[in-house]
């Protein structure tokens, strides 16, 4: 599978793609209100089939329901039924069910198998309405979805999936595996010594945001100067996200490039997050880790995960011998057993580096063997 995203051309026309989304919030809207009723009334879950049928038949009699395809509708019931299932399966994790959207922040609508048609250079037909788009490359393989995604500035994207893409295999093998820990002041720091900073986008951006933000507040409710003080706020913190996603594209390239295994520590981040709070935010480990995921299985390298609990700064890389306590402060300590001193995040990557290589498979750990310093 692989997901290609073109941006539309601005045209009069795009509101009917606007009003299909809006279409979209408003159904998906009364599909949750028809799961709370149907279990206050029978305390049962509300199937996927009925309602789909249900919707069916209330679309033939509402004409704005119409503005979305069938298939956009089945995929909203599925959604739906998906997110619940989820609800079902973890809500001892604090997992929330789906709940209503305000209908202008509704965001897309899927299509699967008709409903749009590829024309020739870069057109596409969605209903019977025509739309050109940014062709930035050509579409192989077989179309399995289609989206349509709206931006906070109104902007609509198209989101397509598309199977059976072959694609040259191109792995470069280095032999080497490393360990990295995650820090506040540095955000990354490997096995081998060297540290990597995070620019942090959004405290460089921070004075200028709450400028905006405050310009946003001040004007009045409903005019086009609120409008228009909105989407320069919106501007602002799309920038931010558009140059941290690419610094994280980029070092994940750089890191798989040096390194065939990657080791990292499993991150409680919603404890983090009520930690430390916008610095956790502004570092976005969990969004980090995703992109280099996603490169590593693409260039055919590994990232492993340890437990969480492993006490990797509070034990010693050289002797093995584990601390009881290390306050967060300590960024340096002495091993009361073999005397060495040990810097808190240096140490606490090679024992990551160790305790992954240990759980590698045999052949990836022969490989990287001379770059292990246990």
Same mark, same amino acid.
């Not at 019977?128 to 179309?143: A, F, M």
């Not at 320069?232 to 931010?240: A, G, I, Y």
């Not at 002797?319 to 057993?337: N, Q, T």
């Given at each position: 599978m692989k997901t290609l995203k073109f941006k539309l051309y601005q045209h009069n026309r795009n509101k009917y793609l606007k009003r299909s989304i809006n279409a979209a919030g408003v159904i998906y809207n009364h599909c949750i209100a028809l799961h709370?009723?149907?279990?206050?009334?029978?305390?049962?879950?509300?199937?996927? %089939?009925?309602? $789909? %049928?249900?919707? %069916?038949?209330?679309?033939k009699r509402k004409e704005f329901w119409q503005s979305v395809g069938s298939q956009a509708v089945q995929d909203i019931c599925q959604r739906i039924e998906k997110a619940y299932q989820l609800f079902f399966k973890?809500?001892?994790?604090?997992?929330?069910? +789906?709940?209503?959207?305000? /209908?202008?922040?509704?965001?897309?609508?899927?299509?699967?198998?008709?409903?749009?048609?590829?024309?020739?250079?870069?057109?596409?037909?969605?209903?019977?309405?025509?739309?050109?788009?940014?062709?930035?490359?050509?579409?192989?393989?077989?179309?399995?979805?289609?989206?349509?995604?709206?931006? +906070?500035?109104?902007?609509?994207?198209? /989101?397509?999936?598309?199977?059976?893409?072959?694609? +040259? $295999?191109?792995? /470069?093998?280095?032999?080497?595996?490393?360990?990295?820990?995650?820090?506040?002041?540095?955000?990354?720091?490997? @096995?081998?010594? @060297?540290?990597?900073?995070?620019? $942090?986008?959004?405290?460089?951006?921070?004075?200028?945001?709450?400028? %905006?933000?405050r310009q946003h507040s001040k004007k009045v409710k409903g005019s086009a100067n609120r409008e228009r003080a909105r989407k320069?706020?919106?501007?602002?913190?799309?920038? /931010?996200s558009s140059r941290r996603s690419d610094w994280f594209w980029k070092l994940a390239h750089d890191l798989t490039d040096k390194f065939d295994v990657l080791c990292f520590e499993t991150l409680n981040l919603r404890g983090m997050q009520r930690l430390w709070g916008r610095k956790i935010s502004d570092l976005a480990f969990g969004e980090f880790l995703n992109i280099l995921e996603w490169v590593a299985q693409k260039k055919k390298k590994q990232v492993v995960f340890i437990d969480r609990w492993y006490p990797s700064s509070k034990t010693?890389?050289?002797?093995?011998?584990?601390?009881?306590?290390?306050?967060?402060?300590?960024?340096?300590?002495?091993? +009361? @057993?073999?005397?060495s001193i040990n810097g808190r995040d240096e140490n606490a990557a090679k024992n990551i580096q160790a305790v992954g290589a240990s759980t590698v498979k045999l052949g990836d750990v022969r490989q990287a063997l001379p770059a292990i310093a246990v």
């Open positions: 709370k009723r149907y279990y206050r009334m029978w305390g049962k879950h509300l199937n996927c %089939a009925k309602l $789909q %049928a249900h919707i %069916a038949k209330l679309r973890h809500h001892k994790k604090r997992v929330r069910p +789906p709940n209503f959207k305000k /209908v202008r922040r509704y965001k897309s609508f899927t299509l699967k198998l008709a409903g749009y048609k590829f024309l020739s250079d870069n057109r596409i037909k969605i209903g019977s309405k025509v739309y050109q788009y940014w062709k930035s490359r050509e579409i192989e393989g077989t179309v399995k979805t289609l989206t349509i995604k709206r931006t +906070p500035l109104g902007e609509l994207f198209m /989101v397509v999936v598309v199977d059976g893409v072959i694609e +040259p $295999q191109t792995r /470069v093998e280095t032999g080497k595996i490393a360990g990295f820990d995650f820090g506040l002041k540095t955000f990354l720091t490997v @096995s081998d010594g @060297s540290q990597i900073e995070s620019p $942090q986008f959004l405290n460089q951006s921070l004075t200028t945001i709450k400028v %905006a933000n320069h706020l919106v501007r602002k913190h799309e920038d /931010v010693c890389n050289h002797c093995g011998h584990v601390l009881k306590e290390l306050d967060l402060s300590v960024r340096e300590w002495r091993c +009361p @057993s073999c005397q």
